[in-house]
């Protein structure tokens, strides 16, 4: 298994644009897929993103449009690029790997993002 960091987390105002980075400890060519959660205070853990290892993306309703996750193999990193940040996308943002053949999904520490005015 691999051991996630996140960064890239703080406080924007609306409208702002941040973007997240989640490196690997290890190669991310062989992982099945990549993504991000987020959790608001009191609320569940919601998927934000994911990529599978062909390429192929997925976003919540929520950040469609605004919302872009990538990968770099050379830094063994995935990013979540957020533009046009609301109020709503306040959260702590968590990275995670699957892989077949792990007992268990890889989980980031987590980043703060808070939209506000």
């Known amino acids: 298994q691999v051991q996630l960091v996140e960064s890239g987390g703080g406080l924007v105002q609306p409208g702002g644009s941040l973007r997240l980075s989640c490196a690997s400890s290890g190669s991310i060519v062989s992982i099945n897929v990549l993504g991000w959660y987020r959790q608001a205070p009191g609320e569940q853990r919601e998927l934000v993103a994911s990529?599978?290892?062909?390429?192929?993306?997925n976003y919540a309703d929520s950040v469609k449009g605004r919302f872009t996750i990538s990968t770099d193999n050379a830094k063994n990193t995935v990013y979540l690029q957020m533009n046009n940040l609301k109020p709503e996308d306040t959260a702590v943002y968590y990275c995670?790997?699957?892989?077949?053949?792990?007992?268990?999904?890889?989980w980031g520490q987590g980043t703060q993002v808070t939209v506000s005015s």
């Open positions: 990529i599978v290892s062909g390429g192929s993306t």
């Open positions: 995670y790997a699957d892989r077949v053949g792990w007992n268990r999904r890889a």
